[in-house]
């Protein structure tokens, strides 16, 4: 009598001989149970492969649940005023210095001539600290939730302020300064010399401005606006200190204790940079 053949080799387990209808052909691995090609990947079904693919079901729904309910909240306004009053209260806090400075140049040495200069300087270095100011609303608009823009858009931030001081010290230490103060500006030679002098001063001014965007930038993605109130704070009382000191202790002329001050002003930076290390950890 003819013998029919065995369907499993001695001392086989089940799953070596055959397999479920449906299924693809499992790749044996000596270390191991047997791998199943899904969609040109190897998995491991028993165990861990089995209880990773029910997790990512069953957090799949839920995430997407807890998304759909942020998204479905509506903005309160308790919520805009918290993150809208410190950031008005920093914009007057800025413009409330200069009343201040402009008090202090009328009472202190050579008066008119520093009511004269001060405002030409400022103007002169406000075109390159533009950059930096415009910097804050890209950093607002490319950093992502994870911050995983946050390292470019700092890079880019340091080249960035290098160029911004690196033109303003270009035309401050050369020739240029005195055409753009005494042709275009029309200033006279003693007021030219004091422009000069007081640019110099400010060519570090570019680059703290964007420092400092960068970080605030981050803080307001974050919705965290109140430590850029206090930096802005502190800027406001350093430079109003520092005026006063110049020009009523030291007996300093008015605009250059004016644009010392300027410089020493953004000193709130050491109550950002914690706030900024809080956002991203």
């Known amino acids: 009598m003819r013998e029919l053949p065995k369907s499993h080799p001695p001392n086989a387990r089940p799953h070596q001989g055959a397999r479920a209808v449906g299924c693809p052909p499992a790749i044996q691995d000596p270390a191991g149970p047997?791998?199943?090609?899904?969609?040109?990947?190897?998995?491991?079904?028993?165990?861990?492969?089995?209880?990773a693919a029910a997790t990512r079901v069953i957090a799949e729904r839920v995430v997407r649940r807890l998304l759909l309910q942020e998204?479905?909240?509506a903005l309160a306004l308790p919520a805009i005023l918290r993150f809208y009053v410190p950031l008005a209260m920093t914009s007057g806090l800025a413009m409330a210095v200069q009343p201040v400075v402009t008090f202090m140049l009328g009472s202190g040495r050579m008066a008119l001539e520093s009511?004269?200069?001060?405002?030409?300087?400022?103007?002169?270095?406000?075109?390159?600290?533009?950059?930096?100011?415009?910097?804050?609303?890209?950093?607002?608009?490319?950093?992502?939730?994870?911050?995983?823009?946050?390292?470019?858009?700092?890079?880019?931030?340091?080249?960035?302020?290098?160029?911004?001081?690196?033109?303003?010290?270009?035309?401050?230490?050369?020739?240029?300064?005195?055409?753009?103060?005494?042709?275009i500006s029309g200033l006279s030679d003693e007021l030219t010399e004091l422009s000069i002098f007081s640019?110099?001063?400010?060519?570090?001014?570019?680059?703290?401005?964007?420092?400092?965007?960068v970080e605030r930038a981050l803080l307001i993605h974050e919705r965290r606006t109140r430590p850029i109130t206090g930096a802005t704070l502190v800027e406001v009382v350093t430079i109003a200190t520092v005026c006063a000191v110049g020009i009523y202790a030291f007996d300093w002329?008015?605009?250059?204790?004016?644009?010392?001050?300027?410089?020493?002003?953004?000193?709130?930076?050491?109550?950002?940079?914690?706030?900024?290390?809080?956002?991203k950890d």
């Open 34 to 51: 047997p791998l199943y090609p899904v969609r040109n990947r190897r998995y491991r079904l028993p165990h861990h492969g089995i209880l």
């Open 71 to 73: 998204e479905g909240k």
């Open 115 to 183: 009511l004269a200069v001060l405002p030409v300087v400022q103007a002169f270095s406000f075109l390159f600290r533009s950059f930096g100011l415009a910097y804050q609303e890209v950093g607002v608009a490319l950093l992502t939730d994870r911050f995983e823009s946050y390292r470019r858009l700092r890079d880019f931030g340091m080249k960035l302020a290098l160029v911004a001081s690196g033109a303003l010290s270009f035309i401050a230490f050369t020739p240029l300064a005195r055409v753009w103060f005494g042709w």
């Open 199 to 213: 640019t110099r001063v400010l060519t570090l001014l570019p680059a703290l401005t964007v420092l400092l965007t």
């Open 253 to 279: 002329i008015g605009v250059y204790a004016a644009v010392t001050a300027l410089l020493l002003g953004p000193r709130g930076k050491p109550i950002l940079d914690p706030a900024c290390r809080q956002s």
